[in-house]
């Protein structure tokens, strides 16, 4: 929590801002603050003020002007993203005089895409970051490279870029058919393009971009390009399929940890501004090291006692080589800060985690609780409800997921410290992320659907004060901002209206 709980106001004073402020007051004579031509482009004066908590501004809007008051630019944005929605929120164009105090609860507020089941264009990537600032999120996960892609440009791997980043078909329909088609299935980004998009969305939106290269396991594009990393030699293929395969980095070469390494170095220099690296370790499986004679001599070596260990053995010879080696640039001091951290999926825990690792707790709670009682940082980001690849409706149209159930109702709800947490170690619940896997959303269109209206939702589980929330206020608020969706394929489930969304080709 990044600022001092204040008491709880009558949520019907909220215009409609989402997420709800922490703090409210109304003037109580009934004055507005009407916008004009004249008025409209100079329309308030704002100043920092330090003693804000982070991210954290203030608004007083008075008859004749708005002051706002801003601890950092992130505040200074975020109070911007409030008068605009207040000024949308009024047709009438004229604002209650009121004074908005207000900070985040949470510090950590990520939204995630897979861009490697399937690529999505730059000007969606644009898009995706507008929505996530819109409702005040300050994180996105892209996950860049997976069995089925890699789509992250490598100058100086260059077979990455063509093997790796291609398939030659796609699984259809219900996993359990086992169908799929013919067709090639391309696409990268250049480091161009992601260094660019990172410096917009700070800068623009003071969204921090966090890149995922995954490993050890979910390596099997790399290896079609490369497979001497592998602990058979192959040859492989770009997985068409989903699932998880046994082909994974060979923790015993150490032409692995060459190449990773210079993956890691051209990744920070296109992802100049992120302290983070998330680096996977999640749904690696062990069977290819328990015969490869190198992985069994490196656990001879260093006497793990199982292929658990080893794996913890890989993370954290990783690690110790983005801190050693790594480094950033401050966001808001412009320094370059000596080390890179990294973020792992929980499995990072098994075999012993790495000494400054943050843990992304995506199987339940546990993760997230047994990093808080090791003194690591976490990020939850539980299935349930997290995952939103899962539907949001019972429907019997809605297109084709891979399973779950996840309504915006439930993401409402969700409370991201564990009850089970001592008060004493709940400073390390960083905040949470929601998860967007898209083994079966195959366009832009398609996410924007999974993701709203259970983006708003999030938001407010994550900025505002839990003694605040109230869903049906919440639902009323929620109503009014359709309005800004106009160029959003959003569910309607919540306001009570059939799905018109169109079926993606998957559902039986």
């Known amino acids: 929590m990044s600022g001092q709980p204040v008491q709880p106001y009558n949520n ?9 402020p922490q703090f409210i007051d109304i003037s109580p004579n009934g004055d507005y603050f009407k916008f004009n031509k004249k008025n409209t482009r100079d329309f308030y004066h704002g100043t920092q003020n330090l003693s804000l908590p982070a991210e954290g501004y203030n608004i007083n809007i008075t008859k004749n002007n708005i002051s706002v008051k801003f601890a950092d ?27 908005i105090t207000d900070y985040p609860w949470f510090l950590y507020r990520g939204l995630h895409l897979d861009v490697s089941r399937h690529f999505f264009d730059g000007d969606f990537l644009y898009k995706y970051a507008a929505m996530a600032a819109q409702y005040r999120f300050n994180v996105i996960h892209l996950h860049l490279t997976d069995d089925q892609g890699w789509r992250f440009e490598s100058k100086i791997y260059p077979k990455l870029n063509t093997i790796s980043s291609t398939r030659s078909g796609t699984q259809v329909g219900p996993y359990s058919h086992q169908r799929f088609d013919t067709v090639i299935y391309r696409g990268n980004y250049t480091q161009e393009f992601l260094k660019g998009y990172a410096e917009f969305c700070y800068l623009n939106h003071g969204i921090t971009v966090i890149p995922e290269i995954e490993m050890p396991g979910h390596a099997l594009a790399a290896l079609a390009a490369y497979p001497e990393l592998s602990c058979t030699g192959g040859p492989f293929e770009t997985a068409k399929g989903w699932g998880v395969f046994d082909d994974v980095f060979c923790a015993g070469n150490e032409a692995t940890f060459t190449f990773l390494q210079g993956i890691l170095q051209e990744t920070m220099r296109t992802f100049p501004n992120s302290p983070y690296i998330h680096i996977g370790g999640d749904e690696c499986p062990k069977e ?12 001879k070596d260093n006497g793990h006692k199982d292929e658990h260990e080893l794996q913890s053995y890989f993370i954290q010879r990783i690690e110790k080589y983005l801190q050693d080696s790594g480094w950033y640039i401050d966001a808001n001091s ?12 929980d499995e990072i825990l098994e075999g012993g985690l790495a000494p400054k690792a943050t843990v992304m707790s995506w199987r339940g709670v546990d993760g997230g609780i047994a990093a808080a009682q090791q003194h690591h ?28 159930y996840n309504p915006v109702e439930n993401v409402y709800a969700y409370e991201p410290i564990p009850a089970s947490l001592p008060d004493s170690l709940h400073r390390y619940i960083l905040g949470a992320q929601a998860n967007v896997w898209t083994e079966y959303i195959l366009t832009p269109d398609h996410v924007e659907y999974m993701v709203m209206p259970r983006l708003p939702a999030l ?8 003694e605040q929330k109230d869903y049906k206020d919440f639902t009323r608020r929620l109503n009014a901002h359709r309005t800004f969706w106009k ?18 080709g998957n559902k039986q």
């Not at 990020?379 to 539907?391: A, R």
């Not at 938001?459 to 839990?466: G, Y």
């Not at 160029?487 to 306001?495: D, G, K, L």
Request: hydrophobic share 35%.
């Open 12 to 20: 019907a004073i909220n215009p409609g801002i989402i997420p709800a």
């Open 73 to 99: 630019i992130n505040g200074m944005l975020y109070a911007q993203q409030t008068i605009q929605q207040l000024r949308k929120l009024s047709p009438s164009k004229k604002i209650p005089c009121m004074i």
């Open 288 to 299: 290819r090291w328990k015969h490869c004679p190198k992985c069994q001599q490196r656990m």
């Open 334 to 345: 412009g320094d370059t800060i000596h080390g890179r951290n990294i973020i792992g999926w």
């Open 377 to 404: 940082n976490a990020i939850m980001t539980p299935g349930k409800p997290l995952y939103w690849d899962h539907y949001q409706s019972k429907d019997s149209t809605e297109p084709h997921s891979i399973g779950g």
């Open 459 to 466: 938001s407010e589980v994550l900025w505002s004060n839990p």
């Open 487 to 504: 160029f959003i394929h959003y569910a309607p489930h919540v306001f009570e209206e059939p799905a018109t969304f169109f079926r993606n």
